[in-house]
């Protein structure tokens, strides 16, 4: 019903930038939030940051300052732009979204993509 998919990670050096993007798809009645989170090798998932459709932005304190998440509401996009990447921030991103379909509009559903990895190192 609905499907995220995942965009912009790679390898880059510390000190370096990029850019995530996730596209939301499908039977999309309304976006309620978008965010990403991250699993780094034997260690839990973490919350990064996440944005509500009206704007409101929350980060995790190891992000802050250095990551900014926006979003395009027309487009049902949501951006994490990452700068000053540090190795610990090597992990595989997933896009997470709470969205009510059209097949059940008043219960907002949890989905997630499929991830990106995202490698910081010299």
């Known amino acids: 019903q609905v499907q995220l998919v995942e965009s912009g990670g790679g390898l880059v050096q510390p000190g370096g930038s990029l850019r995530l993007s996730c596209v939301a798809s499908?039977?999309?009645?309304?976006?309620?939030?978008m965010g990403w989170y991250r699993r780094a090798p034997g260690k839990q998932r973490e919350r990064v940051a996440d944005i509500t459709s009206g704007g409101s932005t929350r980060y995790a304190d190891s992000v802050k300052g250095r990551f900014t998440i926006s979003g395009d509401n027309a487009k049902n996009t949501v951006y994490l732009q990452m700068n000053s990447l540090k190795p610990e921030d090597t992990a595989v991103y997933y896009c997470n979204a709470d969205i009510a379909t059209l097949q059940n509009v008043d219960v907002a559903g949890d989905y997630w993509g499929q991830g990106t990895q995202v490698t910081v190192s010299s």
């Open positions: 499908g039977s999309i009645f309304s976006i309620f939030a």
